[in-house]
């Protein structure tokens, strides 16, 4: 590369890395919405089915324990 082109690469660098910006800001909102509403719709189901929900729960602490110390061994 020669000067030029680094001069160039240095004048759009702020530019881009305030749009980039954006957009990590944008997908990181969008992320924490839908996690909360995943929380919101996990709670209502809790209350309105708790045996479903307990069912659900035991079986991801056994898929989460059976899985674990396999990969941790690793």
Do not use: Y
């Amino acid at each position: 590369m020669n000067g030029r082109e680094i001069d160039r690469l240095k004048s759009r660098l702020p530019w881009e890395a305030c749009l980039l910006a954006d957009i990590s800001s944008r997908g990181l909102d969008a992320g924490i919405a839908r996690l909360g509403a995943f929380a919101a719709w996990l709670r209502e189901s809790t209350t309105e089915r708790p045996l479903i929900s307990l069912l659900v729960a035991f079986e991801f602490g056994f898929a989460a324990g059976k899985w674990g110390p396999r990969h941790a061994q690793r």
